[in-house]
């Protein structure tokens, strides 16, 4: 009876051994020094002081360093364009992105837009980066984009938080316009955005 029970016990731990070792050596793999911000102007922080944009504020949550490679106006195509520059070449562990609200504003079609979004995400991870996506949802205007970010989390295996202005838009005290937040705003995303990588730090 021992001796079958050490035999059908056996397979069990060593498959849970195996998980472990492979869960562990996953999160091993991610390499790199930094984390960048990476995006338009959410990143950069359009509406709020430069010291209260969320890279800055997720930067004292966190205690370290965060740089902030946001540029406002920025579209997917723009963003592939400066990506070598500004993350790849900047040794990247976490990179939190926040694209697609450009292209949704100016008309991009949506399988452009993502086909860019996706291409930067896999050179992000092919650097041993984890990335963060922070997705854009916007009510009556969305164009199927919300679904976009989620087949895109799914297919690279990205973190997403799928609607990374859930609660501010329409809120004037969290917002400086009908598009950026205000530092307050910033102050949100930052928490979010920290919640996301927190394990990874």
Same mark, same amino acid.
């Given at each position: 009876?021992?001796? =079958?029970? &050490?035999r059908s016990i056996l397979p069990? &731990? $060593?498959?849970? =051994?195996? =998980? @472990?070792?492979?869960?562990?050596?996953?999160?091993l793999a991610i390499r790199g020094q930094n984390i960048i911000c990476f995006g338009d102007s959410l990143t950069f922080g359009t509406g709020a002081p430069h010291d209260k944009s969320y890279p800055a504020q997720l930067s004292v949550a966190i205690g370290r360093p965060v740089i902030n490679a946001?540029?406002?106006?920025?579209? @997917?195509?723009?963003?592939?364009?400066? $990506?070598?520059?500004?993350?790849l070449s900047?040794?990247?562990?976490?990179?939190?992105? @926040?694209?697609?609200?450009?292209? &949704?504003?100016?008309?991009?079609?949506?399988?452009?837009?993502? %086909?860019? &979004?996706t291409e930067i995400v896999k050179a992000i991870q092919?650097?041993?980066? $984890?990335?963060?996506?922070?997705?854009? %949802?916007l009510l009556f205007w969305d164009r199927g984009y919300d679904e976009e970010y989620a087949k895109l989390a799914e297919k690279t295996g990205a973190i997403l938080i799928p609607d990374i202005l859930s609660g501010l838009m329409g809120n004037e005290?969290?917002?400086?316009? @009908?598009?950026?937040?205000?530092?307050?705003?910033?102050?949100?995303?930052?928490?979010?955005f920290h919640k996301a990588i927190k394990s990874y730090l």
């Open positions: 009876m021992q001796t =079958f029970l &050490l069990i &731990l $060593l498959c849970f =051994f195996l =998980f @472990t070792a492979c869960g562990q050596s996953e999160q946001g540029i406002p106006g920025d579209t @997917t195509a723009r963003a592939l364009q400066r $990506l070598n520059q500004d993350v900047q040794s990247p562990r976490i990179v939190l992105i @926040t694209l697609g609200g450009n292209d &949704l504003k100016n008309g991009v079609d949506k399988k452009t837009a993502f %086909k860019n &979004l092919a650097e041993g980066a $984890l990335v963060v996506i922070g997705g854009i %949802k005290q969290l917002m400086s316009d @009908t598009i950026h937040p205000n530092a307050a705003g910033y102050e949100i995303m930052a928490r979010r």
